[in-house]
């Protein structure tokens, strides 16, 4: 997630992307989280996994990452930092 300027990036791990976490953070539902303080809402990276060891262990990689490396992930998947929330709202439908 960024904020509009796209100055800050938070990456987090959940198990129900589209329908209650990115909703969570566009409507400020934890009013003194980092997403909330920063005004972090805008969706534009994902991943998804069958397991959630396996989504902690990418979130953990990510975050280790350098802001460059973030600034690629970002760009590989969504070079014009489109907001993909409308893209993500049936990815729970595979599971």
Do not use: C
């Not at 969570?24 to 397991?51: C, D, G």
């Not at 802001?67 to 070079?79: F, V």
């Amino acid at each position: 997630m960024t904020n509009k300027n796209h100055t800050t990036l938070y990456t987090g791990v959940t198990s129900n992307l589209p329908k209650r976490r990115v909703q969570q953070h566009k409507e400020s539902y934890y009013s003194q989280s980092f997403t909330s303080r920063y005004n972090l809402y805008v969706l534009v990276y994902w991943e998804a996994f069958q397991e959630i060891g396996d989504a902690i262990f990418r979130e953990k990689q990510i975050k280790a990452g350098s802001r460059q490396k973030k600034l690629n992930l970002i760009n590989g998947m969504n070079p014009l930092w489109k907001d993909l929330t409308d893209d993500v709202e049936n990815i729970m439908d595979v599971f």
